[in-house]
């Protein structure tokens, strides 16, 4: 299982030592297991990861994001 992950959002993703380690990886590796699959992680830039996805070099995210709420428009959910 490969999973894109932007490592800039301590302690959700960060890098240690040239490894990317937080509670979100901890989720990744747990889910991985679970799965009977190896956790892979793809760090991308923020902007990147939606579009990682999409080109087929990941099968999920899983990286801190946010909602800019001032960009949703009236009527959307």
Not at 24 to 45: C, M, Q, S, T
Not at 55 to 69: K, M
Request: aromatic share 10%; glycine share 12%.
């Amino acid at each position: 299982m490969t999973y894109a992950n932007d490592p800039a959002f301590p302690p959700l993703e960060y890098l240690e030592d040239g490894e990317v380690v937080g509670l979100d990886i901890d989720i990744g590796n747990a889910l991985a297991r679970e799965l009977g699959l190896e956790a892979v992680v793809f760090k991308v830039a923020f902007d990147g990861l939606i579009l990682a996805v999409q080109g087929g070099r990941v099968d999920l995210i899983n990286s801190g994001s946010y909602i800019a709420w001032g960009d949703i428009q009236p009527g959307e959910s």
